[in-house]
Structure formats: structure tokens, C-alpha cells
């Protein structure tokens, strides 16, 4: 029987405080980020989590921290992202199953190669070391593979680490600093004096700060809605599995046309297969259709529209201007575990075995879902409010949070903070989004 995800638990905090300096609400990757951040400079922070830590996207994606092919915009955040996945297990003394052993992309598609050789002039700029490399030196970095590629792009100092180990791994740090902890305490909306911050409302009490980091994933546009505050966001099934152990084939990522392998510590691979992404119908994204419209136009092929379940429950449903001293549709959906796409892992297997023969009589072991929370041109909000003093939000990573997730957590707690910020904050202001200015198409994927 085919199960879940697996994931590292945390020890939550028995009680809640009367204050902190920072409430950051959401402990994915950018959340626990943030908390360690803010305990490792001395404030007093409260991490909060409706479920559990790295329960959504953060335990759900494929665990790549790449700075190949990001938009042009995440680069200088990226590289400060890799120095703390290369730093962070030896400063907080666990394991994240990060390894730096680089990634490898293959392609048959001219054109595909050309976007990638646009991407290594682009960021020869910030001194980038991925390279283009030939149809020989593409087939000698995947030994065993079957299929005759005209080319790849090498990423050298990139790598992986583990979902289901960084953000728990990283959330036990802050608590061991004084960060406290709280699972299974949905926040339920902000309190505020004088038109800003002075606490947030959960459902086990309010807690005084007069600074909130919003980095609640899939959930952060209907959450900022209820105040008030409007941010582009919309939301893209995608089904991943995890293999059982099997030949190393690819000591490092591997993209091909037909299927991503990344090795686990376990010796098995999570596969995310060339599967259309299903993006449902919903009435947030009737909200931002026309902003959203350019990136849909651009990635046609890559998704099946469709009316589900999301358009009634989920973060991107309907749900008004709900009360902060009753249950919430954060208590009802404590994890949002979206159903798996039927289909997707038999045919990606039959394509594995097919260019990897020495991988015959794989299977998978676990197969899940998560919701990839994107904005309109595929680059995160990390960005102060500005109608709301002392909220930051930390949301919309696009399907590439995990990897640029600790450093991203820095940049809120910077701003949150008032401290000098570790990289230019403005390419990832909210206002971009929302003062009609045109939305910029990605320079990545």
C-alpha cells in the first residue's frame, strides 16, 4: 500500500505568551525562517501554526535549492539562501539533508536550450557559475540514461535538502534560542490600535506585538483579504511521489523532459513527472484573472483547468468577513491535504525505467499533493504593508519557496524588525502587484 509524505514532528510550547516582540504566523520553511532569524538576533518571537510545522507546501515540494533558471529578481536573495543552507546544520547542530552536489538539466529542445543559455548570459552578471554544456558532456553526467540529448545546463553549487527535515529541524533552532512554538493554534485575524499592529487573535488568546510576519502560504491572500488588504494570489495542484530505495542512477537533481528525480537520504527519489498542473476554478482566481492571465497564457501546456472542490473550501474559496472570537475554516482545515492526481505515478515510472533500465521494478512508497501558492508574475511578496505598520508578509513563492525559504525568512524578519535588510527588499514589494503597474513576466521557470 502506497502511503504519505513522511515528516520530522516539533515539540510545540504549552503556553501562550502575553507578548512578543514578532508574531510570525505560518511555520513552513519562510516562517520557521523568519522565527529563527528574529530569536538568533534576540527579539522574543512567537511562531504560530494552524496545524503543524511544514504540514502544507513546505513538506509537499521537491526539495531543490537552486539558483539556476530563478527569475532575475531572486538571485541576490538565492545566493544568500545557499550560504545559510551550506552554514545552518553545523550553527544549529541538525541535519536538514542538505547536500551540495550540484543539479543537472537535459533537454532535445532547441529552444529550451536557447531560454537556458539567455538565463547564464543574464546572470554571468552576479558572477552565476552554471554553465551550458554539449550533447557529449549532457549524456557523460547522466550515465545510464538512454536518451540522446542535444544538451543541459550544469548548476554547480546548487543542491537539495530534505522537506520532511529542514523546517522542523530549523523550528526546533529557534526554540532552543527562546523562540516559542505553538502547533495547532490557527491565528485568526490581527488586532490594531490607531491603524497599526498591536496583536493577533488566536484561538487559544491574543497575544500583544506591535510586529506580524504573514508567511501563511496558500492561505496569505484570504487571510490579508479580511483586513482589507488586497494581494494577487492563486493557487496550482501538483502531485509528487516518493520511490522506494533504488540504484543511484543521478547523484544529484536531475530535470529531464519527462520527469525530475531528486535522491533521498533513504536511498529512494521523489519524482515529480511531466504531469499537466491543475489549476481549479475558484472564486479568488476569478478575482485576479485578468492579472493573472499573461503567466496563464504562457504556460497553457503545462496546466488543465478544472472546477473542484477548491472553489468551496481551500484557501482560495469564499468566506466573507468571518469573526475573530469563533472557529474559523483555519480550525477546519488544521492541513490542507489535497487528493493526489490519479495517474500521474505509473506512467512516470514507465518512463523512468525506460531511460534508466537499471532502475526496473522501482515503485513508488509514498504520493501526495500540495497547493503552490503563485503570484501573477511567479516572484514572492516579502514586503511591509503599507496601510497596515507592523505587518509583513512573507507569501506567494510559486513553487520555488523551499530552497530560497530560510533567507526569504532573514528578509521579513529584517523588515519586520527594522534592521538592515541582507538583500534589496523592493524587486519583492507588494505593491507591485496592486498600483497597476504591468506585471513583469518571470526571467526564470
Known amino acids: 500500500m502506497v502511503g504519505t509524505r513522511l515528516l520530522d514532528t516539533v515539540e510545540s510550547d504549552p503556553t501562550l505568551p502575553e507578548a512578543a516582540d514578532v508574531v510570525v504566523v505560518g511555520a513552513g520553511i519562510v516562517g520557521v525562517g523568519a522565527a529563527y532569524a528574529l530569536a538568533k538576533a534576540g527579539h522574543s518571537v512567537a511562531l504560530l501554526e494552524k496545524g503543524v510545522v511544514a504540514g502544507e507546501q513546505s513538506s509537499r515540494n521537491w526539495g531543490w535549492c537552486r539558483l539556476a533558471n530563478r527569475d532575475e529578481r531572486e538571485i541576490p536573495l538565492m545566493q544568500h539562501a545557499l550560504d545559510l543552507w551550506g552554514r545552518l546544520p553545523e550553527e544549529i547542530g541538525a541535519d536538514m539533508g542538505f547536500r551540495r552536489k550540484g543539479l543537472v538539466y537535459v533537454t532535445k529542445d532547441p529552444a529550451q536550450l536557447a531560454q537556458w543559455q539567455a538565463w547564464v548570459d543574464m546572470a554571468k552578471t552576479y558572477q552565476a557559475p552554471q554553465r551550458i554544456v554539449d550533447a557529449a558532456e549532457a549524456k557523460r553526467l547522466t550515465p545510464g540514461n538512454e536518451q540522446d540529448w542535444i544538451g543541459g545546463l550544469i548548476s554547480p553549487q546548487d543542491g537539495r535538502a530534505e522537506p520532511a527535515k529542514a523546517a522542523p529541524a530549523l523550528a526546533?533552532?529557534?526554540?532552543?534560542?527562546?523562540?516559542?512554538?505553538?502547533?495547532?493554534?490557527?491565528?485568526?485575524?490581527?488586532?490594531?490600535?490607531?491603524?497599526?499592529?498591536?496583536?493577533?487573535?488566536?484561538?487559544?488568546?491574543?497575544?500583544?506585538?506591535?510586529?506580524?510576519?504573514?508567511?501563511?502560504?496558500?492561505?496569505?491572500?484570504?487571510?490579508?483579504?479580511?483586513?482589507?488588504?488586497?494581494?494577487?494570489?492563486?493557487?496550482?495542484?501538483?502531485?509528487?511521489f516518493a520511490t522506494t530505495p533504488a540504484k543511484q542512477v543521478t547523484p544529484q537533481p536531475l530535470y529531464t523532459p519527462d520527469f525530475i528525480l531528486t535522491p533521498l537520504l533513504d536511498g529512494g527519489y521523489l519524482v515529480a513527472a511531466k504531469a499537466r498542473g491543475r489549476l481549479e476554478l475558484t472564486p479568488n482566481g476569478i478575482r485576479y484573472a485578468r492579472k493573472f492571465l499573461p503567466?496563464?497564457?504562457?504556460?497553457?501546456?503545462?496546466?488543465?483547468?478544472?472546477?473542484?472542490?477548491?472553489?468551496?473550501?481551500?484557501?482560495?474559496?469564499?468566506?466573507?468577513?468571518?469573526?475573530?472570537?469563533?472557529?474559523?475554516?483555519?480550525?477546519?482545515?488544521?492541513?490542507?491535504?489535497?487528493?493526489?492526481?490519479?495517474?500521474?505515478?505509473?506512467?512516470?515510472?514507465?518512463?523512468?525505467?525506460?531511460?534508466?533500465?537499471?532502475?526496473?521494478?522501482?515503485?513508488?512508497?509514498?504520493?501526495?499533493?500540495?497547493?503552490?501558492?503563485?503570484?501573477?508574475?511567479?516572484?514572492?511578496?516579502?514586503?511591509?504593508?503599507?496601510?497596515?505598520?507592523?505587518?509583513?508578509?512573507?507569501?506567494?513563492?510559486?513553487?520555488?519557496?523551499?530552497?530560497?525559504?530560510?533567507?526569504?525568512?532573514?528578509?521579513?524578519?529584517?523588515?519586520?524588525?527594522?534592521?538592515?535588510t541582507v538583500v534589496d527588499a523592493a524587486p519583492f514589494a507588494l505593491s507591485r502587484l496592486v498600483d497597476g503597474s504591468p506585471i513583469r513576466s518571470p526571467s526564470g521557470i
Open 172 to 240: 526546533k533552532a529557534a526554540r532552543a534560542l527562546g523562540a516559542s512554538l505553538h502547533q495547532n493554534c490557527a491565528v485568526r485575524g490581527l488586532d490594531t490600535t490607531g491603524g497599526r499592529i498591536s496583536g493577533v487573535f488566536t484561538e487559544k488568546g491574543r497575544i500583544r506585538t506591535q510586529a506580524v510576519i504573514l508567511s501563511a502560504g496558500a492561505w496569505a491572500s484570504m487571510f490579508l483579504r479580511r483586513h482589507g488588504i488586497d494581494m494577487p494570489q492563486s493557487s496550482v495542484h501538483s502531485t509528487i
Open 295 to 420: 503567466m496563464l497564457r504562457k504556460n497553457w501546456k503545462l496546466v488543465e483547468l478544472r472546477l473542484g472542490r477548491a472553489f468551496f473550501e481551500g484557501p482560495d474559496a469564499l468566506y466573507g468577513k468571518w469573526s475573530f472570537d469563533k472557529p474559523t475554516v483555519f480550525e477546519r482545515v488544521r492541513v490542507l491535504h489535497p487528493k493526489p492526481k490519479p495517474g500521474v505515478v505509473e506512467p512516470a515510472l514507465r518512463e523512468i525505467v525506460a531511460t534508466y533500465p537499471e532502475l526496473a521494478g522501482i515503485e513508488a512508497a509514498r504520493v501526495w499533493a500540495g497547493w503552490i501558492d503563485s503570484t501573477p508574475d511567479a516572484v514572492p511578496v516579502i514586503s511591509p504593508v503599507g496601510s497596515l505598520p507592523g505587518l509583513v508578509v512573507a507569501a506567494g513563492f510559486s513553487g520555488h519557496g523551499f530552497g530560497i525559504g530560510p533567507a526569504a525568512g532573514r528578509l521579513a524578519a529584517d523588515l519586520a524588525t527594522g534592521a538592515p
